[in-house]
Nanobody, 128 residues
Framework: QLQLVESGGGLVQPGGSLRLSCAASGFTLDYYAIGWFRQAPGKEREGVSCISSSDGTTYYAASVKGRFTISKDNAKNTVYLQMNSLKPEDTAVYYC?????????????????????WGQGTQVTVSS
């Protein structure tokens, strides 16, 4: 069964850090770009970061560049999102997904409509 499972969310104070994990099963990360998305209450889903499977190219939204780092461990079939210097506006449910439309190994376009096999999400709350 194709599945992505997120973990690592929680409550953290502003300026703190969290590391999210996205564990894949039923398929290998070798052939798919993996994206991280987030959705806050009342807001549209936003593409946060992506890592390609072709050459490891990464993408970051402007709002997180310099603070978030995406990486993957092929041996564990897992993608990580290290989030540092967290801000209250980072509060959202974070989802990972694999690209299933078009160039499946690429992060050239990080739009939710091109991704599938969505995980259940993990809540990140940044608050003092």
């Amino acid at each position: 069964q194709l599945q992505l499972v997120e973990s690592g969310g929680g409550l953290v104070q502003p300026g703190g850090s969290l590391r999210l994990s996205c564990a894949a099963s039923g398929f290998t990360l070798d052939y798919y770009a993996i994206g991280w998305f987030r959705q806050a209450p009342g807001k549209e889903r936003e593409g946060v970061s992506c890592i390609s499977s072709s050459d490891g190219t990464t993408y970051y939204a402007a709002s997180v560049k310099g603070r978030f780092t995406i990486s993957k461990d092929n041996a564990k079939n897992t993608v990580y999102l290290q989030m540092n210097s967290l801000k209250p506006e980072d509060t959202a449910v974070y989802y990972c997904a694999r690209r299933v439309v078009g160039r499946r190994n690429s992060c050239t376009v990080v739009a939710g409509s091109l991704f599938g096999s969505w995980g259940q999400g993990t809540q990140v709350t940044v608050s003092s």
